[in-house]
């Protein structure tokens, strides 16, 4: 890495006077001008915005956001609430340990803290599921500490300012160490936000908008090299590829056979159609003989779903079921409600394959053609 010579003091001048001018609005954020009218950020919405963001984009998070303020408006809330109905709420989000985290920390806070925030890094970081960059994030955007906040976008813009050779993930302490050194004293929250949002519209992955960024002039990156290259990655290990099956039983009703998973492991706690063992780490069956009930069992193609360390491939395959005394953790849910349950991609992937208009809540799905 070449040696940088600019003030800290000066860079982060510079990138709190573009916050206030370029700042984004966002529904958890209280803006510069908001903050000059007196209003204060809510610990509750910046730790539950954090958490959802993980992963996810903004437009993604707006209506879980929303919708998780309407039914659970307070941390308290969010604790006395039903798992069942957490998990529901999240379904569609992904990373569902998040999910179980959160109703976890909002349990901690409640039941440890009388449902205050703890106002420190080291205090956040003892509650359950959260990490160095969420516990960092929540005390400098909530409390005003002087946290060094590294996501993403923050990544991006720092590799580039001073053209670090080392590769993700191998570079992050030298990341957060330079980032650490630009954070002022003064404004540290709305520091960490302009850094992120000088990474999600200027400081872009392709084709970034250089000179309109406030640090054009002393980015090594722009000086020296393409900043699309960076940050460096290390060369990505080939996802293996692991496969199963999935069974979707409907009934004339118009009702879709489901169960809920183990609370442990992948997908923990949320509701599935019945499938064969698969993990991250072995296959599962693929073939009809795994069915898990007598039926008249067919083929109806496959789906993929692609998690952060593997692919999945489920055989999925369908049957039309009179009889619905089925016994287990399993229910019949009509078509009309299965949009509200706790179902992962994965699964609706596989529901819909079977029974395409599954969602649209039609009673007579069972006996329509299916894509195959």
């Not at 440890?112 to 990490?131: N, R, S, W």
């Not at 699309?228 to 590829?241: G, I, V």
């Not at 952060?308 to 399993?330: M, P």
């Not at 009309?336 to 529901?351: D, E, H, N, Y």
Request: hydrophobic share 40%.
């Amino acid at each position: 890495m070449m040696q940088q010579t600019f003030k800290a003091a000066d860079a982060a001048n510079r990138l709190l006077a573009w916050y206030d001018r370029h700042h984004r609005d966002l529904p958890w954020r209280v803006s510069p001008p908001m903050a000059r009218d007196g209003v204060v950020a809510d610990p509750y919405h910046v730790w539950l915005s954090e958490v959802m963001l993980q992963q996810t984009t903004v437009q993604a998070v707006k209506p879980y956001f929303h919708k998780f303020l309407l039914l659970w408006p307070k941390v308290t809330d969010l604790a006395a609430a039903d798992t069942e109905e957490v998990m529901k709420a999240w379904a569609g989000l992904g990373y569902y340990a998040r999910a179980r985290n959160l109703k976890k920390c909002a349990e901690a806070i409640a039941r440890d803290h009388q449902g205050v925030f703890p106002g420190t890094e080291q205090g956040l970081k003892a509650l359950p599921g959260i990490g160095d960059y969420t516990a960092a994030a929540v005390a400098a955007i909530a409390f005003n500490r002087r946290s060094a906040v590294l996501d993403g976008n923050v990544e991006r813009v720092i590799s580039r300012l001073h053209a670090i050779e080392t590769p993700l993930p191998t570079a992050k302490p030298q990341m957060r160490s330079l980032v650490a050194r630009m954070t002022p004293a003064d404004r540290p929250g709305d520091f960490a936000q302009g850094m992120m949002d000088l990474g999600a519209t200027t400081c872009t992955p392709k084709r970034p908008a250089c000179a309109l960024c406030p640090f054009n002039d002393l980015c090594l990156a722009l000086k020296t090299a393409d900043p699309e290259t960076f940050p460096r990655k290390a060369a990505k290990k080939d996802k293996p590829l692991r496969v199963g099956a999935a069974f979707v039983a409907s009934c004339p009703q118009g009702a879709v056979y489901l169960r809920k998973r183990a609370e442990t492991g992948l997908l923990g706690g949320m509701t599935e159609v019945p499938g064969t063992a698969w993990t991250a780490r072995i296959d599962g069956e693929t073939s009809v003989e795994a069915q898990p009930f007598a039926a008249s069992w067919e083929p109806c193609g496959t789906i993929t779903h692609v998690f952060t360390h593997f692919e999945l491939r489920l055989s999925v395959y369908r049957a039309n079921v009179a009889n619905q005394n089925k016994s287990g953790n399993g229910w019949w849910e009509p078509f009309a409600s299965l949009g509200a349950q706790a179902l992962p991609t994965v699964m609706k992937k596989a529901i819909a394959q079977a029974i395409p208009h599954a969602f649209r809540g039609k009673r007579d799905g069972a006996r329509e053609p299916r894509n195959t």
